[in-house]
């Protein structure tokens, strides 16, 4: 898969953060995370989706949950300080993140962005997340993921 290496997988290898990268069969379309784990035959709560939102400030705010779950925005607003929070229209994705839908990464990002990660994550060995193109993911210790991009953790889902 060495040739297959995505900006990601590159940022990952320069700060030394050691990593497993997984690929999936995909077409063009994004797949829905729990395919992917099926794909990938991994537990649902260990792989992880990268979900963009702004806050009624304006701020844009990347959330990584659970696939099988869904985003509590109430929850995600109070975790980064916001009043209330709606998710971004998709086709703002590209522009804001560098990313399409189904390859969105918390790696990496256009901008650094605030990154709050699922508290789940603190709960298991090792998170996997997008690796910024579709049909590849990366599996890497929640701690590193944190570390790297100064996320932080709290209650994001319902």
Request: glycine letters at 8%.
């Amino acid at each position: 898969m060495a040739e297959n290496k995505t900006n990601v997988m590159r940022i990952l290898e320069q700060h030394k953060i050691p990593y497993t990268p997984h690929e999936y069969p995909h077409g063009k379309e994004a797949v829905d995370g729990v395919h992917v784990a099926e794909l990938l035959g991994q537990d649902v709560k260990q792989v992880f989706k990268t979900l963009v939102a702004r806050g009624k400030s304006g701020s844009i705010y990347v959330f990584v949950i659970p696939v099988a779950e869904e985003l509590n925005l109430k929850k995600a607003a109070k975790a980064v300080g916001e009043k209330a929070m709606e998710m971004i229209h998709v086709k703002e994705l590209l522009g804001l993140t560098g990313y399409v839908r189904g390859g969105c990464s918390p790696v990496g990002l256009k901008k650094p962005y605030p990154v709050t990660l699922h508290e789940s994550a603190n709960d298991i060995p090792t998170i996997i997340v997008s690796a910024g193109k579709i049909g590849y993911q990366i599996e890497l210790a929640p701690a590193d993921l944190i570390a790297l991009v100064q996320a932080k953790t709290a209650d994001l889902i319902s």
